[in-house]
């Protein structure tokens, strides 16, 4: 029986640890994870236009991270010609540059290396009517492509902007300038 005041007292004790939890057991407030301005944005670009060369498009995938733009592309340049081959060139670009966000839109300026493919025609042969024969000529250099865009973003998903790109080669340099449509993650939220 002479335990019986010290078992109440540690009862007591521990039914207060137990109702009363101590900072270590506080439960910490759950935030959630803010959005932040600097949330990468992929999409991707097709754009056709003029180029020093003729006609010329640009097919692109964009990988915009903070102020950084990465960019996957092929574009092309080819001579305008109705009745006989014309002589075009193509490229395949790694690009990495710079993004300036506005409230409207955004702009870029990208630079890097690449591969470029040239394919010439020679003088006509052999001809039947408007149907000739011609010597063909592929070959491949290596390059320096960039591309600079200006883009208005009307809704979250979508872009439309206008593109100057190009690539200098030895085999048959270019640029050029082209309307863009932009699709994916075209602006932060």
Known sequence: ???????CVLTSLMSAI???????????????????????????????????????GVLSLSLHRSRTAFILRTSGASEFEIFSPSDSVEDFALLLGRVL????GWASGAIGPA???????????????FFCSHDREL??????AFQAE???????????GLSAFGNFNPEMSYAGLALGLHLGRVRRR
């Open 18 to 56: 137990a109702v009363a939890p101590g900072k270590a057991q506080e439960a910490a407030p759950v935030q959630a994870e803010p959005v932040t301005a600097d949330a990468a944005r992929v999409f991707g670009t097709f754009a056709l236009g003029a180029t020093s060369e003729g006609i010329g």
């Open 115 to 129: 591969v470029a493919r040239v394919e010439r025609f020679g003088p006509a042969y052999d001809c039947w009517l």
């Open 101 to 104: 966000d506005g409230s409207m």
């Open 1 to 7: 029986m002479r335990h019986i005041p010290c078992l």
């Open 139 to 144: 070959t491949t250099a290596l390059g320096l």
């Open 150 to 160: 200006a883009v208005w973003t009307p809704a979250s998903f979508l872009g439309l």
